[in-house]
């Protein structure tokens, strides 16, 4: 039988375990944090030595230069063509996906001209160069190069460079054929602390980026919280989350592997269903211990759900989405009966997957959105990773002679205010 938290809405004591079954962001391991910040700190000063020394020893590893480290584009190429046909359709169609909802995304310059004859406006200008993180070894990510890469390629980063692990030399091809398609432009077999202090920083071999994304361990989470500043990030990523508020009308089995979908991540991930039917809550359960049987990974699962799952009973859809929206989810299903009409409740949802047909892992993979989202509550201020992430927006201001003098008034008597005695007079010259 599957273990699973059981809480109801109803019960003495819902606040206080509701608060517990959240209160499990993980801490900052103060281990870690110094040991990465040796790291950062040796690839900062000693460049391609360091990221060689490091890599050799924690990836087992025996080069003899980072020049080494680089998958040239022909060997992402064959490792392209060495993909079968249908998985390197199923990839074509799925980038080709991502790509027309990312082209979607672009922010727009505007203009517009004031009343005194002063011209405002923004102005769009790509990144030059982001660094895409992406675990290696024997896992193969090939969703996440195309989810990070396109999107940038699409904003009009001149230079995408990926970095990815590969432990005693074991790379995943998917993950190169992935990068092929994507457009990458350099490929390294780095990982950990050093690929993303090398990013940062940059070395002899591998140039400094402007933006670092992706995830990563909490080596590389450690690392990216250190080097911020000197570059940008994209989130801190945590482990993955799922809530599916249901009405108890979709198939028990679609909710019971929705539910699996994100607990096979690992034993952290969280799956939360929501829902003011009781009996259907059990009629779930009932279908986690008859399907679990399909699942390779169901040790995983079962612990991810002993340790951060629940069932939980409401008094209505409406509780439900207010229950929701203080998880703040990485993942929202609404499996319920005209799924838009509660959308206007949805405050806070890293992604909202609508109606009975829509399940996560079609997100994960070819619907088109983004799969990097925030997680951690940290859905109430952040957004998907998407062309915005790779494109800036500067200020336009051109003033008239008329448009200076006016505001030359208004700007001198605030820097006169603040003791800004040269504001005051830059400003006032031109009146």
Request: charged share 20%.
């Amino acid at each position: 039988m599957v273990e699973i938290t059981r809480l109801d809405t109803r019960e003495a004591g819902f606040d206080a375990a509701f608060a517990s079954l959240l209160d499990r962001a993980p801490e900052q391991n103060a281990d870690v944090t110094q040991a990465v910040e040796r790291i950062v700190a040796d690839v900062r000063a000693r460049g391609d030595a360091a990221l060689l020394e490091l890599t050799n020893r924690f990836d087992r590893r025996a080069a003899t230069s980072v020049a080494e480290l680089e998958v040239s584009i022909e060997q992402r190429r064959a490792a392209w063509d060495a993909q079968p046909a249908a998985l390197r359709a199923a990839l074509e169609q799925a980038a080709a996906r991502i790509r027309v909802y990312a082209e979607h995304q672009k922010l727009a310059p505007f203009s517009f001209t004031d009343a005194h004859g002063n011209e405002l406006g923004q102005m769009i200008t790509p990144l030059d160069r982001a660094g895409l993180y992406v675990p290696g070894g024997r896992a193969a990510y090939p969703s996440s190069v195309l989810m990070n890469a396109i999107p940038a390629k699409v904003a009009g980063v001149r230079d995408v460079i990926m970095v990815v692990p590969a432990p005693g030399g074991e790379l995943n091809p998917v993950v190169l054929a992935a990068a092929h398609l994507a457009g990458v432009d350099r490929v390294f077999t780095v990982g950990g602390a050093q690929a993303v202090a090398a990013l940062a920083y940059g070395t002899q071999t591998i140039p400094a980026v402007d933006k670092i994304v992706g995830p990563g361990s909490a080596y590389v989470a450690a690392a990216k919280r250190i080097v911020f500043g000197q570059v940008g990030i994209d989130s801190i990523a945590g482990p993955s989350e799922i809530v599916v508020i249901c009405d108890g009308k979709t198939d028990p089995g679609w909710i019971a592997m929705d539910l699996f979908s994100q607990a096979e991540h690992g034993e952290d991930s969280q799956s939360i269903l929501l829902s003011p039917d009781r009996a259907f809550l059990e009629r779930v359960a009932a279908a986690m211990d008859a399907r679990m049987a399909e699942l390779p990974r169901a040790a995983t699962v079962r612990a991810s759900l002993k340790n951060r799952g629940a069932l939980i009973a409401t008094r209505d859809l409406d509780e439900a989405v207010a229950l929701s929206n203080r998880i703040a989810p990485e993942h929202l299903e609404l499996s319920i009966e005209s799924p838009r009409d509660w959308l206007p409740k949805i405050r806070h949802a890293g992604a909202v997957f609508l109606g009975r047909h829509t399940p996560e892992a079609l997100g994960d993979y070819c619907a088109g959105p983004n799969h990097v989202l925030p997680t951690s509550r940290a859905a109430r201020f952040s957004n998907p990773l998407g062309v915005y992430e790779f494109q800036k927006r500067s200020s336009l201001i051109e003033c008239s002679p008329q448009g200076a003098s006016r505001l030359a008034e208004i700007a001198g008597a605030i820097a006169d205010a603040e003791g800004l005695q040269a504001h005051a007079a830059s400003a006032r010259d031109r009146a």
